[in-house]
């Protein structure tokens, strides 16, 4: 019974530790997950700027009036899908290429020129931030379904650690209550043998005399 009791505590103690270093671990990848998105939706902020600034330096002739209408549905799909509680990969993926296929070819077939002709603006430094921007949400795009598969992980293992240490108790139980029942039957056995030997005729003559 002493060691039955020894190893309960010891598991239980065990699992104490994992369950606090388990949730210890969720807590930090979740922190992790919070400041990717925060970035993740700087970067965001930062390609409407420059949407805006591109669409109100050119002006509304050529390919501009279709660009800046699919672009902008584009961008307003990405940001539906960056802020959903679980991203998904192929949906924010697709989007934001989408969204760099778009405006490449937009640049170079007419935007890079008319950003010469009539600005007093770098059209390669121009292109270079977006580029750059929309590189900086696919890096933190991954960070955050990353983290938030690290964190599914972990919530899995925790699952299972309980399911085993309930699995355990329970087992563990049912040998307590076996060793007890073993323990009654033989404390009766005894006490049946006892009062048989006195009940016995040859017993009770040495008893008497």
Same mark, same amino acid.
């Given at each position: 019974?002493?060691? &039955?009791?020894? @190893?309960?505590?010891?598991?239980? &103690?065990?699992?104490?530790?994992?369950?606090?270093?388990?949730?210890?671990?969720?807590?930090?990848?979740?922190?992790?997950?919070? =400041?990717?998105?925060?970035?993740?939706?700087?970067?965001?902020? #930062?390609?409407?700027? =420059?949407?805006?600034?591109?669409?109100?330096?050119?002006?509304? *002739?050529?390919?501009?009036?279709?660009?800046?209408?699919?672009?902008?549905?584009?961008?307003?799909?990405?940001?539906?899908?960056?802020?959903?509680?679980?991203? +998904?990969?192929?949906?924010?993926?697709?989007?934001?290429? /989408?969204?760099?296929?778009?405006?490449? @070819?937009?640049? /170079?077939?007419?935007? #890079?020129? %008319?950003?010469?002709?009539?600005?007093? *603006?770098?059209?390669?430094?121009?292109?270079?931030?977006?580029?750059?921007?929309?590189?900086?949400?696919?890096? *933190?795009?991954?960070?955050?379904?990353?983290?938030?598969? %690290?964190?599914?992980?972990?919530?899995?293992?925790?699952?299972?650690?309980?399911?085993?240490?309930?699995?355990?108790?329970?087992?563990?139980?049912? /040998? +307590?209550?076996?060793?007890?029942?073993?323990?009654?039957?033989?404390?009766?056995?005894? +006490?049946?043998?006892?009062?048989?030997?006195?009940?016995?005729?040859? @017993?009770?003559?040495?008893?008497?005399?």
């Amino acid at each position: 019974m002493s060691n &039955s009791n020894t @190893n309960l505590q010891t598991q239980t &103690s065990s699992v104490l530790q994992n369950d606090t270093v388990s949730s210890c671990s969720i807590s930090n990848i979740q922190e992790k997950t919070q =400041l990717s998105r925060s970035r993740c939706m700087h970067s965001l902020k #930062e390609i409407k700027s =420059l949407f805006k600034f591109l669409s109100e330096t050119l002006q509304d *002739y050529g390919t501009m009036p279709i660009f800046k209408r699919t672009f902008s549905q584009d961008l307003d799909l990405l940001e539906q899908h960056l802020t959903k509680d679980i991203l +998904s990969r192929t949906d924010c993926t697709t989007t934001l290429t /989408n969204l760099r296929t778009k405006f490449e @070819n937009a640049f /170079n077939s007419e935007f #890079e020129e %008319r950003m010469r002709k009539y600005t007093r *603006y770098n059209a390669q430094s121009f292109n270079d931030a977006m580029i750059c921007t929309m590189d900086s949400i696919r890096k *933190y795009m991954l960070e955050i379904i990353l983290h938030q598969q %690290r964190t599914l992980h972990l919530l899995k293992q925790k699952t299972l650690m309980q399911t085993q240490e309930d699995h355990s108790n329970q087992t563990q139980a049912l /040998n +307590s209550d076996s060793l007890k029942v073993d323990l009654v039957v033989k404390q009766n056995s005894c +006490s049946e043998k006892e009062d048989s030997q006195r009940l016995h005729p040859a @017993n009770q003559q040495r008893n008497a005399a």
